[in-house]
């Protein structure tokens, strides 16, 4: 009778330290997660603060910015004289938006078929070795990626504007920042959208193909399809990743001071090349307004990626989900 009495009593206790163990857990993972929000948040915070000091205050005697030019004008520092008139930051936006949308004309289509083709049709060593080396190049630093492309693709651009007898300032262009761009979220691209397309359900190959359909067919009408949701997830990570580049983009970019530069072969400058260029500085309106591009950019990054959700909830619907 004691021994039935100490089992019944062990088996209530389970449930009892098993609860206590699972809100212990909960509270340290919820900890953790707090944490990693509020670096986000605070560094957010930090920015808009000192971003939107040139705006508010005199800047040591020189006058606020003129928050509505700084957003509109075609010119980013007029006469090269630090005054609150001199700064203007509407056409880096352009500039930024159109480089990150030639990049991925290129990285998208290349990036999916090489997802689609390590997934489902490369044989197992070689689908191995691919993966392998697409993984190494998401970790490559973007510094590296910014010598390549000053070292290689500028002097290739260069050339290739004197065949085609257009100039082209040493090579440094639209063309050049696009295509390493590119380079840098095809990796980015290619994972997250093999992952995707890996996770297709075979009932529907099968099927497909049980219905008469080509292996090609059903590869790019309905494992593709199938596998959307997540190729739209790697497209939005590969445009954050290209909005926020700034290092490989200053070497390749040429900086032009005006714009909107929409040429291939002409230089152009984007948001985050802009605020790389006066980090040099410690203090003065020159080192302040660079927060006020942070700003802007974070902006920019949030309007895209709602953008991108909402074609992405859209083809969605119209493919029935």
């Given at each position: 009778m004691l021994d039935t009495w100490k089992k019944t009593k062990t088996i209530k206790e389970k449930p009892r330290m098993l609860r206590i163990e699972d809100k212990v857990l909960y509270h340290v993972l919820l900890s953790i997660a707090f944490i990693s929000a509020s670096f986000v948040i605070w560094i957010a915070i930090f920015i808009s603060i000192r971003g939107m000091m040139p705006f508010l205050t005199d800047n040591g005697?020189?006058?606020?910015?003129?928050?509505?030019?700084?957003?509109?004008?075609?010119?980013?520092?007029?006469?090269?004289?630090?005054?609150?008139?001199?700064?203007?930051?509407?056409?880096?936006?352009?500039?930024?938006?159109?480089?990150?949308?030639?990049?991925?004309?290129?990285?998208?289509?290349?990036?999916?078929f090489t997802a689609l083709f390590i997934a489902k049709i490369a044989p197992r060593k070689l689908?191995?070795?691919?993966?392998?080396?697409?993984e190494m190049m998401a970790s490559i630093p973007s510094i590296v990626y910014g010598l390549v492309g000053a070292?290689?693709?500028v002097p290739m651009i260069y050339s290739s504007a004197r065949v085609f007898g257009t100039h082209s300032?040493?090579?440094?262009?639209?063309?050049?920042?696009?295509?390493?761009?590119?380079?840098?979220?095809?990796?980015?691209?290619?994972?997250?959208?093999?992952?995707?397309?890996?996770?297709?359900?075979?009932?529907?190959e099968q099927a497909s193909l049980a219905l008469g359909a080509s292996n090609i067919q059903t590869q790019f009408k309905v494992v593709l399809i199938a596998a959307k949701s997540g190729i739209f997830a790697g497209a939005i990570l590969a445009v954050g990743r290209a909005l926020g580049e700034a290092t490989a983009v200053s070497l390749v970019a040429?900086?032009?001071?005006?714009?909107?530069?929409?040429?291939?072969?002409?230089?152009?400058?984007?948001?985050?090349?802009?605020?790389?260029?006066?980090?040099?500085?410690?203090?003065?309106?020159?080192?302040?307004?660079?927060?006020?591009?942070?700003?802007?950019?974070?902006?920019?990054?949030?309007?895209?990626?709602?953008?991108?959700?909402?074609?992405?909830?859209?083809?969605?619907?119209?493919?029935?989900?």
């Open positions: 005697g020189l006058g606020r910015v003129a928050l509505w030019q700084f957003l509109t004008d075609t010119v980013w520092l007029r006469g090269q004289t630090f005054v609150s008139t001199a700064y203007g930051a509407g056409f880096l936006v352009l500039n930024t938006l159109y480089v990150v949308f030639l990049s991925l004309l290129i990285s998208f289509p290349v990036g999916v689908a191995y070795i691919m993966r392998t080396a697409v070292g290689v693709i300032s040493g090579g440094n262009s639209t063309l050049a920042v696009v295509i390493v761009l590119a380079f840098m979220s095809i990796p980015t691209m290619t994972a997250v959208s093999e992952v995707s397309i890996r996770s297709v359900d075979k009932n529907l040429g900086n032009s001071r005006s714009g909107p530069n929409f040429g291939l072969f002409d230089i152009t400058s984007t948001i985050t090349s802009t605020m790389l260029q006066g980090l040099k500085e410690t203090s003065g309106i020159d080192y302040d307004i660079r927060f006020s591009l942070g700003v802007l950019l974070m902006i920019v990054i949030v309007v895209t990626n709602i953008v991108l959700n909402v074609v992405k909830r859209k083809v969605g619907k119209l493919n029935g989900e």
